[in-house]
């Protein structure tokens, strides 16, 4: 056990004429590592799906991510000195495409129906004569 404790204490010592910074430097920031930091933000405040980024840009010493989700888009701006975010922005995604699409189960279930009450209508007025 004791060995443990001199070990602890040799490795807490530092060497003499070291000096370390009061504070710890931080890593400089670019666009893939704020990228990283604005999905985690997401992440963390319960936008779990997936995530893809679309633009990073710098201007005035603040980082702007734009990144898409399934229904929405975020911006986020991150300082690039302190490496906060500042501030950020979630909006319902734009539709690029007509509002009237639809998706193919949506669009077979409607062929389906519609094939169903054309076969009953032509019965119908077969058994009725008409």
């Not at 999905?39 to 990073?56: Q, S, T, Y």
Request: no cysteine; charged share 20%.
């Amino acid at each position: 056990m004791q060995e443990n404790g001199q070990l602890a204490t040799t490795l807490q010592k530092k060497p003499p004429g070291v000096v370390t910074p009061a504070t710890p430097q931080l890593k400089r920031l670019n666009a893939e590592s704020v990228t990283v930091v604005a999905a985690g933000f997401l992440k963390r405040i319960g936008h779990k799906g997936g995530v893809k980024p679309k633009k990073v840009s710098l201007e005035e010493g603040i980082y702007t991510v734009e990144v898409e989700m399934k229904k929405f888009t975020a911006i986020i701006h991150v300082d690039a000195e302190t490496q906060e975010i500042t501030s950020y922005e979630i909006q319902p995604r734009g539709e690029e495409t007509s509002s009237f699409s639809f998706s193919p189960k949506t669009m077979m279930v409607m062929i389906v129906i519609t094939a169903v009450v054309s076969a009953a209508l032509h019965f119908a007025f077969k058994f009725l004569g008409l």
